[in-house]
């Protein structure tokens, strides 16, 4: 990025372009690789692991437009890149209808900039932790027919609401929000892997950066279903989730990425 838009902290590392730089983008800051560099540093696996995370989007999304989906609104959605959500439900249905959230104003911006051509695709700006204030938002509800199932994704960011943001109540929320047939679409990195050192090492910088992050246990994990119904074959590391060619050899554990889909009956 060349020039800061007004209201944006280039010298505080933000989560959306520290994912960006790890994705290989090039919407971020000195201090945003910085950042990075260092969790590479602790964890080189990491960049393995937001690379899983963009393969479980595109296996999901295209698995759940194919089953007829039409709706995706995707919370905490981060800088656009390649394949993203309306680019792989439009390659099963061209009827597709995206709403990206996010609440960092630098990625609304970007958002809006490069779709501004993108019929039925919007940019909000919204926080997750408020979902009432996302669902009620004028902009999504002329998108989004609330008598038809939808898809919200909640995809590596649900790690970024502590334990004393109540991230169950949350999704307890949008479950409430959510049509009967809807899909919730999760991922989450976990503490399960045995890096206790890069675990420390990757909560320090972000606690450093816009968000701090809760690593979690598969059984924390788990709780953010309550009320739904998974989908086969469950919480599981995400190279395990309907895996296709895109998965990476080695075992499934090192992307760190628990991975699942609930229904809402």
Do not use: C
């Not at 390659?91 to 990206?100: C, G, L």
């Not at 779709?115 to 408020?130: H, P």
């Not at 609401?161 to 809807?182: F, K």
Request: cysteine-free.
């Amino acid at each position: 990025m060349n020039e800061t838009p007004d209201g944006v902290n280039s010298q505080v590392p933000n989560v959306a372009r520290i994912y960006d730089y790890l994705l290989g983008g090039k919407d971020n800051y000195a201090t945003d690789r910085e950042a990075a560099e260092r969790l590479l540093s602790a964890a080189p696996e990491t960049v393995g692991t937001v690379r899983t995370n963009r393969a479980f989007l595109r296996r999901v999304v295209r698995r759940l437009a194919a089953e007829g989906f039409r709706q995706f609104v995707d919370i905490g959605a981060g800088l656009p890149t390649q394949a993203n959500v309306h680019e792989v439900a439009r390659e099963v249905a061209s009827d597709s209808r995206v709403v990206y959230i996010d609440n960092d104003p630098v990625v609304v911006a970007h958002g809006r900039a490069l779709l501004a051509d993108s019929a039925q695709v919007t940019v909000l700006q919204g926080d997750l932790r408020e979902p009432a204030k996302i669902f009620e938002e004028p902009r999504l509800r002329s998108m989004i027919d609330p008598g038809e199932p939808v898809a919200v994704l909640l995809l590596a960011v649900l790690h970024f609401v502590t334990d004393d943001q109540d991230p169950a109540g949350i999704v307890r929320q949008i479950r409430e929000w959510m049509p009967p047939g809807s899909a919730l679409v999760l991922s989450h990195v976990t503490s399960e892997a045995n890096r206790a050192e890069a675990a420390s090492t990757a909560k320090t910088i972000y606690d450093q950066s816009t968000a701090s992050i809760a690593l979690r246990t598969r059984q924390e994990i788990l709780t953010f279903f309550d009320g739904f119904e998974l989908d086969e074959p469950g919480l599981v590391y995400a190279p395990e989730w309907h895996p296709d060619e895109t998965v990476p050899p080695g075992p499934p554990e090192a992307s760190f990425l628990f991975t699942g889909v609930g229904r809402r009956r």
